[in-house]
């Protein structure tokens, strides 16, 4: 009874005492197991849920299915610490021939995890996007194992400069914050004509890898793209209610030229992305000036074209109730009105729709801009879901420098695939630019979208000549002043 009273008063301070004396009639408790060596550390946890062997089934497709066709999310890790303190943490690679998270590479992280993960490990905040194969099913857990580490926390390797330029404007600073999450940026390169610098300030504050560095004005341009492998360059006005896209070419294609020039002259072998509208004639514009300076390498030139991808992915998902990881639609052609093209045909995983549907889901896209201009009453323009559209094509760019073999987007880029210079469609990004252009998404077509395909290419035509046409006019301006 005395050893109960004692063991009860243990158990209510929380921690084992010193053992008191007591009568020699009562038998002593049996001594303490041993503490385990300090130079291990043990983690137990259950097996995960066995994956579904039909995850595992490889079909043949004319196509190669994008591994990272996913919008990027910030994401959350798992952490695990050695009895010494230092951070150590392994993320098995289970699921990964199911397409359900990368492949390793060697960025710092060993893997990258995915949201639905949370609910079986710790998590802490992390700093990168989930991508298609990003993700875990919600039956799959990672393993955790202790991983021998020594010196300082494992930190991700981040060794790409990224410049905004436009930072300060509706895209610019949403974009910049998502840019800033990359684990794959060592320095992001904020420019705009006026108030960079609170952006700059803003961002510096969050704990994330990368160095942010402010240039205000044309005096700053050129140290802020010196040793930059990205440009994006979303400067420029944004659409007003009863704007179209061609309506901004005025202003925008002159901002356009004046950056672009720059690029060339300062870091002429980046990557360049541009968001500034109309895409379909400043991608033209861009080419004719690198031309001019003598860099322009087509495999490094791109029109942003993502936010199409990522809207008829969302239209899509929603009305066939489908997950949204699931869903990917390739997107053709341009970027404006009846030159955006879903081939809603060639949906991942394979879904019908009825020609009501097709015309709906296809018509809803093309004016999905128009929609938030309207909605927003003339206060801007669809900046939040092109920011994160953006993001996804740096975070996909960032990854094909890095040597990931398998990433796919589809851009606005210069194309043999149909007889106009430039049109929009799956390609396959490395560390050189475009290391091919996917044609078989244009194979096997309904009539529907093959009808619709002829008729985009006399408008994206005219645009693409306004913006050659809109550089031949200024370089013979100059030449005779």
Do not use: W
């Amino acid at each position: 009874m005395v050893r109960q009273s004692i063991h009860r008063i243990h158990a209510v301070h929380g921690r084992r005492r010193q053992k008191p004396v007591v009568s020699e009639a009562l038998t002593p408790p049996p001594p303490p197991p041993p503490s385990p060596s300090p130079a291990t550390t043990t983690i137990k946890s259950e097996p995960p849920t066995p994956l579904p062997a039909a995850l595992f089934t490889t079909q043949k497709k004319k196509r190669p299915t994008p591994t990272h066709a996913s919008p990027p999310l910030p994401f959350l890790r798992p952490r695990v610490h050695d009895q010494s303190g230092n951070r150590a943490v392994t993320i098995s690679s289970v699921g990964a021939q199911a397409g359900m998270i990368s492949k390793p590479r060697n960025h710092g992280f060993t893997s990258y995890s995915g949201l639905k993960a949370a609910s079986s490990v710790s998590f802490e905040s992390g700093s990168s996007f989930l991508g298609r194969n990003a993700s875990l099913r919600a039956s799959v857990a990672p393993r955790i194992v202790p991983k021998a580490k020594s010196g300082s926390q494992i930190s991700p390797e981040a060794s790409y400069k990224v410049a905004v330029l436009g930072a300060a404007g509706g895209i610019g600073q949403p974009l910049g914050l998502l840019i800033k999450m990359s684990p794959l940026v060592s320095e992001l390169h904020l420019y705009d004509i006026a108030n960079v610098k609170g952006v700059a300030a803003d961002l510096s504050h969050c704990n994330t890898p990368s160095q942010v560095l402010d240039f205000t004005g044309p005096s700053e341009l050129a140290n802020c793209l010196k040793g930059v492998d990205v440009v994006v360059i979303p400067a420029g006005v944004p659409r007003k209610p009863g704007m179209t896209r061609d309506d901004l070419f005025n202003i925008n294609a002159s901002i356009v030229k004046s950056l672009v020039e720059a690029v060339a002259d300062n870091c002429p072998e980046a990557f360049i992305h541009i968001i500034s509208n109309p895409v379909n004639s400043t991608v033209p514009i861009a080419a004719e000036v690198l031309k001019q300076k003598g860099v322009y390498n087509p495999k490094k030139l791109f029109g942003v074209t993502t936010l199409d991808v990522v809207r008829a992915n969302t239209f899509v998902a929603q009305k066939k109730n489908l997950k949204l990881i699931d869903v990917d639609v390739p997107v053709v052609g341009g970027h404006a009105g009846i030159t955006i093209l879903p081939l809603l045909s060639k949906t991942m995983p394979s879904v019908t729709f009825t020609d009501e549907e097709t015309e709906q889901l296809t018509k809803r896209i093309q004016n999905a801009g128009t929609e938030v201009v309207e909605a927003k009453a003339g206060a801007g323009s669809a900046t939040l879901s092109m920011a994160y559209a953006a993001a996804r094509f740096v975070e996909s760019s960032l990854r094909a420098l890095a040597g990931d073999p398998d990433v796919y987007e589809c851009t606005f880029v210069q194309s043999e695939l149909t007889e106009l210079p430039f049109f929009a469609s799956r390609v396959k990004l490395g560390k050189n630019g475009v290391e091919s252009i996917i044609s078989a998404d244009l194979e096997g077509v309904t009539e529907y979208e093959a009808k619709a395909l002829e008729a985009l290419k006399s408008e994206l035509k005219a645009s693409i000549e306004k913006g050659i046409e809109f550089v031949h006019k200024q370089q013979t301006a100059a030449a005779s002043v």
